[in-house]
């Protein structure tokens, strides 16, 4: 059964940090793409970031410069470095994962295309 659990979410003022992590088991991990979708209250979810199996990377445009998607093969877990948090990136992140062939940017914008989902963290940032 494949399974994605995520941590590390929290409260923070605006201008600090969090690290979320991802760990994957299952055999999800041999996704072709692995991601981070956020949803806040009223909103649609959307794409954040994704990384592929090469380790490429894709970010939305809002949160390009000030977040980081990563993994680690090893443990079997992806990460987001989140810095320079602002209010607006107040939402549940959750992972997600895809396993076939497509453009990262294209599934980000797609939610639904994903095979894969955790339960997601809370992330609040105050100001």
């Known amino acids: 059964q494949v399974q994605l659990v995520e941590s590390g979410g929290g409260s923070v003022q605006a201008g600090g940090s969090l690290r979320l992590s991802c760990a994957a088991s299952g055999g999800t991990y041999s996704a072709h793409y692995m991601g981070w979708f956020r949803q806040a209250p009223g909103k649609e979810r959307e794409g954040v970031a994704a990384i592929d199996k090469d380790g490429s990377t894709t970010y939305a445009d809002s949160v390009k410069g000030r977040f980081t998607i990563s993994k680690d093969n090893a443990k079997n877990t992806l990460y987001l470095q989140m810095n320079s948090l602002k209010p607006e990136d107040t939402a549940m992140y959750y992972c997600?994962?895809?396993?076939?062939?497509?453009?990262?940017?294209?599934?980000?914008?797609?939610?639904?295309?994903?095979?894969?989902w955790g339960q997601g963290t809370q992330v609040t940032v105050s100001s």
């Open positions: 997600a994962a895809r396993d076939a062939y497509a453009s990262m940017p294209w599934w980000l914008l797609r939610p639904y295309r994903s095979n894969a």
